[in-house]
């Protein structure tokens, strides 16, 4: 098995590539919650699917082929991604501190970082410049210091680590969904589809999606109406009601990440377990650009370290059916 991992992905940034004064202290003590309603998650029916590609537009070293049948057994899923308002609720309730919040840092994309927060930055990482470290940046100020989600209670709750997204679903009874799941999901019942909507990016002419037009990492023109986050519910959903299944902000699953995910992990309800060092992402982000992080597919995979956060990076929660 293949399990070195390189410090930061290409599409977001490792809390490891920017020294830390301190470790952060662990994660406090939750308190119980009863499980969320199945009503507003859907329920899929689970069944065999083709999962992954052989397409050379796809990344060999991410692990996204060869393409096989898998089963996944029915599950419960979230039709939209974790709001700030959600998260907000569970951080009230509990008096939870983001991961995040206890180093003091937090990962922001450099064209989001206001003059007036420069002074708060602390770096940046080799491989992916435009990442910069911005002491005060966490979920309640993704832009650092200054910053506000008080306009963005209905978009994606950002700057999560893998561990705050375990702690809300521990929280509201629910979990997060599988790399086999998501994509499952993701597919909404399209068999070898580019996107979750079929294979051209822009059906007629319309965006369905959230990521980035122009030149990255300098110039985004916006043409789809967003320069950072979405509302959870922008676009049309896919074949099984769920938006955002592409592009917006990458979303956390329950798998350790390995490149030999397709060739080590069984066709019926697969799911990768041995540590690696590194947690799956799926579905892209408003950063994704097809001259560079062409990852807003539906086959495609990235990973980061399970304690980083950054601004384009949140989840969606899972239930078994």
């Given at each position: 098995?293949?399990?070195?991992?390189?410090?930061?992905?290409?599409?977001?940034?490792?809390?490891?590539?920017?020294?830390?004064?301190?470790?952060?202290?662990?994660?406090?003590?939750?308190?119980?919650?009863?499980?969320?309603?199945?009503?507003?998650?859907?329920?899929?029916?689970?069944?065999?699917?083709?999962?992954?590609?052989?397409?050379?537009?796809?990344?060999?070293?991410?692990?996204?082929?060869?393409?096989?049948?898998?089963?996944?057994?029915?599950?419960?899923?979230?039709?939209?991604?974790?709001?700030?308002?959600?998260?907000?609720?569970?951080?009230?309730?509990?008096?939870?501190?983001?991961?995040?919040?206890?180093?003091?840092?937090?990962?922001?994309?450099?064209?989001?970082?206001?003059?007036?927060?420069?002074?708060?930055v602390r770096g940046a990482p080799d491989r992916t410049p435009w990442w910069l470290a911005v002491d005060g940046a966490d979920w309640r100020h993704p832009e650092g210091p200054g910053s506000t989600v008080d306009d963005r209670l209905d978009h994606p709750v950002v700057h999560i680590s893998w561990h705050d997204a375990a702690d809300y679903c521990e929280w509201a009874g629910v979990r997060l969904p599988t790399e086999a799941e998501w994509e499952f999901a993701a597919r909404g019942g399209l068999e070898g589809?580019?996107?979750?909507w079929g294979d051209l990016l822009k059906p007629d002419g319309n965006h369905r999606c959230n990521i980035w037009q122009g030149k990255f990492p300098m110039k985004n023109n916006v043409s789809d109406g967003y320069a950072g986050t979405a509302p959870v519910d922008a676009y049309e959903p896919n074949g099984y009601g769920l938006y955002?299944?592409?592009?917006?902000?990458?979303?956390?699953?329950?798998?350790?990440?390995s490149p030999s995910y397709h060739q080590t992990t069984p066709r019926d309800n697969p799911q990768f377990l041995t540590p690696t060092g590194s947690r799956s992402m799926r579905g892209g982000s408003y950063l994704c650009h097809r001259s560079y992080c062409n990852r807003y597919r539906v086959a495609a995979r990235s990973q980061n370290t399970p304690d980083s956060s950054t601004g384009n990076l949140g989840f969606r929660v899972a239930a078994d059916a």
């Open positions: 098995m293949q399990h070195n991992l390189p410090v930061s992905s290409c599409c977001s940034a490792s809390r490891g590539s920017i020294p830390s004064p301190a470790t952060a202290p662990s994660p406090d003590p939750k308190q119980p919650h009863a499980s969320v309603a199945r009503g507003g998650m859907i329920l899929l029916p689970g069944g065999s699917f083709l999962m992954g590609t052989d397409s050379a537009e796809g990344f060999a070293a991410d692990g996204e082929g060869p393409s096989r049948i898998v089963t996944v057994a029915p599950f419960y899923l979230s039709p939209y991604t974790v709001t700030n308002r959600e998260f907000g609720r569970f951080a009230e309730e509990t008096g939870y501190v983001t991961e995040a919040e206890r180093f003091g840092w937090s990962f922001v994309f450099h064209l989001f970082v206001p003059e007036a927060a420069r002074s708060s589809k580019t996107y979750p955002n299944m592409s592009g917006n902000v990458w979303e956390w699953c329950a798998d350790w990440f």
